[in-house]
């Protein structure tokens, strides 16, 4: 079997005063240590795989669990380097791919000992002049049929192989990504092994039905992941399996919660003691009584004594 021919990288050249570049410090400036560390991660990314990475929402999501850092905040990175020339934007909105002229020249510099290096003729973002300087180099035309092509092919179907073969390890299934996002974008940062847990959930339940739960913590003021899980849990004791069945178990829950607050007002107690103490202050004499109507109230206990003698 003859091997695949490599492509990515498995180093790359990190310049010392990469801080310097005013791009690097754009990005920094706006966005911190955090932006500085997700635009080095994604350079990583870029050169494990060759002169570029796909940029597509699998990835986003993927790449976002793996940094630990909130999709939002990622996006908003990538964003403002494509805003700043760090990535090319016009190879982002043609190809949905993050690359640029510079990690192009990289690439092709650190993988100038191999006998031939492939760059797609759609991607190329280096002139005539700069592209005749590397003798190993093959501009592969995806649109003609040539030698390249059947090359190309060979090399994409290597690439599909090996990506189902990380994928099975490590990519939810493709029902996943709004429960994720939901979670994400209203709960806050997720974690690992919140989001693992997630995953179950959504391969027993549905994504449907995680986003139902996770929704009606949110509405209870609960904003975790242990109060949605608790929901998830009774509805699997329950049998509860739809959303209508959901909804029709959250207006019997409901009812029941109005029926106890109407039967605890119903049924208040009131201590004899208190009635007692009524009833004698309904006898003793009121602030502004006279003397005479005093009196007149101390001669009716009196004479009802005396009878009653």
Not at 29 to 42: C, D, Q, R, S, Y
Request: charged content about 30%; glycine content about 4%; overall charge neutral.
């Amino acid at each position: 079997m003859v091997r695949p021919i490599k492509e990515g990288l498995d180093y790359f050249p990190l310049d010392v005063d990469i801080d310097q570049d005013d791009k690097i410090a754009l990005i920094e400036a706006n966005h911190g240590l955090e932006g500085f560390g997700v635009v080095i991660k994604i350079l990583m990314k870029i050169y494990d795989n060759s002169y570029f990475y796909q940029w597509g929402e699998k990835e986003q999501l993927l790449f976002s669990r793996r940094v630990n850092v909130n999709i939002n905040k990622v996006n908003d990175i990538i964003n403002d380097c494509l805003k700043w020339g760090l990535f090319s934007e016009s190879l982002y909105q043609k190809h949905q791919i993050l690359s640029s002229k510079g990690i192009q020249k990289r690439y092709l510099e650190a993988s100038s000992r191999r006998k031939r290096v492939e760059i797609s003729e759609n991607y190329l973002l280096m002139d005539k002049k700069e592209v005749n300087s590397y003798k190993n180099l093959v501009i592969v035309n995806i649109n003609s049929i040539n030698d390249n092509i059947s090359t190309q092919r060979k090399v994409e179907e290597r690439k599909v192989k090996e990506s189902k073969e990380k994928v099975e390890e490590i990519e939810p299934p493709a029902t996943t990504s709004d429960a994720i996002v939901f979670y994400q974008q209203n709960i806050g940062m997720i974690k690992p092994s919140i989001s693992d847990k997630i995953l179950s959930w959504i391969k027993d339940v549905g994504d449907e039905m995680v986003i139902e739960a996770i929704d009606r913590a949110l509405n209870r003021n609960k904003a975790n992941w242990g109060y949605a899980e608790s929901i998830l849990k009774s509805w699997h004791q329950k049998g509860i399996k739809t959303i209508d069945q959901a909804k029709a178990e959250e207006v019997q829950f409901q009812n029941q919660q109005a029926n106890r607050f109407q039967g605890k007002q119903s049924q208040e107690v009131v201590p004899d003691w208190f009635r007692n103490r009524k009833k004698q202050s309904n006898n003793l004499p009121k602030p502004n009584e006279t003397e005479e109507d005093v009196q007149a109230i101390i001669n009716s206990y009196t004479s009802k004594a005396s009878g009653g003698s």
